[in-house]
């Protein structure tokens, strides 16, 4: 069974930061069509310090390398993102703790608990438009497969947020600035759903995993 030590987790987060602060502008667009439009410069924001930051982080473990991910989250990232993403990686650094490299199971407790975590932190639920329709299902997903093929495990959790844009698109968002404007938020993407999405498909593009995106906003 194939396991994740800390360098191939570094390689992805430094992948993730390459996304994100390329994307800053469409992310913030998208944001802009029924939030304030800040999501990608506040994301960006707290990413570009991460990227600059993650060569000199402390990797003894697992957990202590994702701990500093989320208190430079917490920290740099603006807006709701910041301490919604710190805690998500609070809590997968909690499940790590120790782990010089992390197991499929243990991957997937990590995401579980960063679901939970994030859950708590912000008071949404499932089909209240936001990364959670993404991440859910993710972790749902990830529970099904026994990550015997990691690379098929990237194709189907990417193709589950791929879903979500396309399946919450009409819902009305009750969470996070785009609530505020009711019915407007309707027939329009949620910009953290995206962001979940366009990091997998990147991902997925890195690490050699073919993967053909449905959704307009991941596939143009």
Known sequence: MPTLNVAQIEQTLDVTCDTVIRNE????????????????????TGFKVIKAELPGM??????????????????HVGGSSGPIWGTGFMKAAFVSKGLEEVTYDQLTQMVGAAVEGIMARGGAVRGDKTLLDALIPIHEKMQE????????VLAAVTAEADKAIDETRTLVAHRGRASQVGARSANTPDPGIVGVATILYDWCKHYGVDYKPQAAELAR
């Open 145 to 152: 497969m026994d990550g015997s093929d990691l690379g098929a």
């Open 58 to 75: 402390d990797k003894s473990a697992v957990g202590a390398m994702l701990l500093k991910l989320s208190m430079l989250c917490s920290k």
């Open 25 to 44: 502008q469409y992310f913030s667009d998208l944001d802009g069509l029924a939030g304030d439009g800040d999501f990608g410069t506040s994301l960006a």
